[in-house]
């Protein structure tokens, strides 16, 4: 067994956590929009977007536990868990602030997705107000990539976030700019 494979598995799970997470919010506002009317079928559309959220949620869960169990930063249950305490050799102080920002987004995150899995026991104004941290949350997460990952300084996933990040920006505008009445009409 390697000697780095939890910090490896660490670093990919959150890469991946990161695509799937982006990619369930682009899905939501496509759904949501029906910006691809003439093609979508939003059965389709919502069970790609509950899959991809909840694969991102255990890809989330595992990059956590895979930092637990990584001697080199060596976390414990408080670093994880209380945003701010994280500290580890060479952490600069950026790398500590999007630490703390991976924390209040593993809380919003769960938030989120505990509010999806109890939509039918809400009311639609609640459940709505909640989903709707979804965007930032989007956004903290690509902070806290960006802040606390070691792979920013490799290329290709400086241009794979660059897309990322501007195909996110686009979702959410196309979120904004969607008239209520039609998303009222479309419910």
Same mark, same amino acid.
């Given at each position: 067994?390697?000697?780095?494979?939890?910090?490896?598995?660490?670093?990919?799970?959150?890469?991946?956590?990161? +695509?799937?997470?982006?990619?369930?919010?682009?899905?939501?506002?496509?759904?949501?929009?029906?910006?691809?009317?003439?093609?979508?079928?939003?059965? /389709?559309?919502?069970?790609?977007?509950? /899959? #991809?959220?909840?694969?991102?949620?255990?890809?989330?869960?595992?990059?956590?536990?895979?930092?637990? +169990?990584?001697?080199?930063? !060596?976390?414990?249950?408080?670093?994880?868990?209380?945003?701010?305490?994280?500290?580890?050799?060479?952490?600069?102080?950026?790398?500590?602030?999007?630490? !703390?920002?991976?924390?209040?987004?593993?809380?919003?995150?769960?938030?989120?997705?505990?509010?999806?899995?109890?939509?039918?026991?809400?009311?639609?104004?609640? /459940?709505?107000?909640?989903?709707? #941290?979804?965007?930032? #949350?989007?956004?903290?997460?690509?902070?806290? $990539?960006?802040?606390?990952?070691?792979?920013?300084?490799?290329?290709?996933?400086?241009?794979?976030?660059?897309? #990322?990040?501007?195909?996110?920006?686009?979702?959410?505008?196309?979120?904004?700019?969607?008239? $209520?009445?039609?998303?009222? $009409?479309?419910?």
């Amino acid at each position: 067994m390697n000697d780095h494979l939890w910090w490896y598995l660490s670093r990919s799970t959150g890469i991946v956590a990161l +695509f799937l997470l982006a990619g369930s919010m682009i899905w939501g506002v496509l759904l949501s929009t029906r910006a691809l009317r003439e093609v979508d079928r939003p059965a /389709w559309l919502n069970a790609m977007h509950t /899959w #991809l959220a909840g694969t991102g949620l255990v890809m989330t869960a595992v990059h956590v536990v895979s930092l637990i +169990f990584d001697e080199w930063v !060596a976390f414990g249950a408080g670093d994880i868990l209380v945003p701010g305490i994280a500290d580890w050799g060479g952490a600069t102080t950026m790398n500590r602030v999007g630490t !703390a920002v991976g924390v209040v987004s593993l809380y919003v995150m769960v938030i989120v997705q505990a509010t999806s899995y109890l939509r039918r026991h809400m009311s639609r104004r609640m /459940w709505l107000a909640v989903h709707r #941290l979804s965007y930032p #949350l989007v956004f903290t997460v690509l902070a806290h $990539a960006g802040w606390s990952g070691t792979d920013t300084s490799n290329r290709v996933y400086q241009v794979a976030t660059l897309l #990322l990040a501007m195909a996110i920006a686009a979702a959410t505008v196309i979120r904004v700019i969607t008239p $209520a009445r039609v998303r009222r $009409a479309q419910a």
